[in-house]
C-alpha cells in the first residue's frame, strides 16, 4: 500500500486527490510546518533527502517530485486511468499540462507569492520577468479553458489534478481576477468529491 507524507499546506494535496479519485487504498503521515518558519518539518527529510512533499513510499521504492508521483500512481491504477491513451491525440496535451503546471507556471506563481510577503521598494531585476510570464501564462490557460472543459481535451484527468493546486496558489494572491473561465473551472475542481476528501487533510 502506498504512503503519502503530507504536509499542510502544500502541494501534495494533488496526490492524496489522485488516489481519492482512482479509489486506490492509500495511508497518511501527516508533517507539520514548523509554526515560526513555516517550513517543513526535519521528519520529511528522515524519508527523503530533499526534505520536501509530497513523497509517496510503496515497499522499496520512495518517490519525491509531484510529477513523478502522479505518474507512478497511473501506472499502478492501470495505463487508462484519469490519462488517455497513448494512442489518442489528447495524450501529449495531457502530457503537457501534467509538466506545464511546475514546469511553467510554478515558478512565476511562487515568486510572485514570496514578492508579496516582503517589504519591497521600488521595482526589483525580476519585476518585468515575472509580470510577462505571469500575463503569458494565465491568458494562455484562460483560452483553452474558454474552448474546452478540461485541460486535456474532454475528459478529466491527472492533469487536471497537476494545475488546480497552482491555480489554487494564483487565485489565493489574486492572479485569476477578471479571469473568468479559469475561476469557474477552480470553483468546479473543487467541488469534486475526491478533492474535498483531499482537503480535509490539510
Known amino acids: 500500500m502506498i504512503t503519502v507524507h503530507h504536509l499542510n499546506k502544500s502541494r501534495s494535496k494533488r496526490v492524496l486527490w489522485l488516489l481519492e479519485e482512482l479509489d486506490m487504498p492509500y495511508e497518511v503521515v501527516v508533517h507539520d510546518r514548523d509554526a515560526t518558519t513555516n517550513l517543513a518539518p526535519d521528519s520529511l527529510r528522515a524519508i527523503h533527502p530533499l526534505g520536501k512533499s509530497p513523497i509517496i513510499v510503496d515497499g522499496d521504492t520512495t518517490l519525491c517530485e509531484s510529477g ?66 505571469i500575463a503569458v501564462d494565465f491568458a494562455y490557460i484562460e483560452d483553452i479553458l474558454s474552448r474546452q472543459d478540461y485541460f486535456a481535451g474532454k475528459n478529466f484527468t491527472a492533469a487536471d489534478i497537476m494545475m488546480t493546486i497552482m491555480l489554487e496558489v494564483a487565485a489565493s494572491i489574486g492572479l485569476l481576477e477578471g479571469r473568468a473561465k479559469t475561476l469557474a473551472y477552480l470553483g468546479r475542481m473543487q467541488a469534486r468529491a475526491a478533492y474535498q476528501k483531499a482537503a480535509s487533510f490539510g
Open 68 to 133: 513523478v508521483i502522479m505518474e507512478y500512481i497511473l501506472d499502478q491504477a492501470g495505463q487508462n486511468a484519469l490519462r488517455p491513451d497513448k494512442d489518442s491525440p489528447d495524450y501529449y496535451r495531457y502530457l503537457e499540462w501534467l509538466h506545464f503546471a511546475e514546469g511553467s507556471l510554478a515558478l512565476p506563481v511562487i515568486a510572485r507569492m514570496i514578492m508579496n510577503m516582503e517589504q519591497r521598494a521600488g521595482d526589483q531585476p525580476l519585476d518585468g520577468y515575472i509580470a510577462k510570464e
